[in-house]
Nanobody
Framework: QVQLVESGGGSVQAGGSLRLSCAAS????????MGWFRQAPGKARDGVAA???????TYADSVKGRFTISQDNAKKILYLQMNSLKPEDTAMYYC??????????????????WGQGTQVTVSS
């Protein structure tokens, strides 16, 4: 059974930074795609960023230039570096994965595996 475990969330002031990590077990990083999603209270879960096995990436317009998605294939860890955080970035953040899939598939949320989430709170 594939497991995705997020960490690195927390509380930070606006303008600060956080790095989220997602450790994967029983999942092969060299295939498919992975992504980060977020869900604020009362809102739908939205794609934040995604990366495929070739290292190609895509981002939501709201985070372009501030967030960076990356992965360490050897360690099987997915990262999301978040800089210049804003109060509107406050949400539960989830990582997700889908083997043998293109970048857009992951970013659209059509994934097979989800983590349990990590909370990010940005205060003004």
């Amino acid at each position: 059974q594939v497991q995705l475990v997020e960490s690195g969330g927390g509380s930070v002031q606006a303008g600060g930074s956080l790095r989220l990590s997602c450790a994967a077990s029983r999942y092969t990083f060299s295939t498919g795609c992975m992504g980060w999603f977020r869900q604020a209270p009362g809102k739908a879960r939205d794609g934040v960023a995604a990366i495929d096995s070739d290292g190609s990436t895509t981002y939501a317009d709201s985070v372009k230039g501030r967030f960076t998605i990356s992965q360490d294939n050897a360690k099987k860890i997915l990262y999301l570096q978040m800089n210049s955080l804003k109060p509107e970035d406050t949400a539960m953040y989830y990582c997700a994965a889908k083997p043998y899939a293109a970048l857009g598939i992951c970013f659209g949320g059509w994934v097979d595996y989800w983590g349990q989430g990590t909370q990010v709170t940005v205060s003004s």
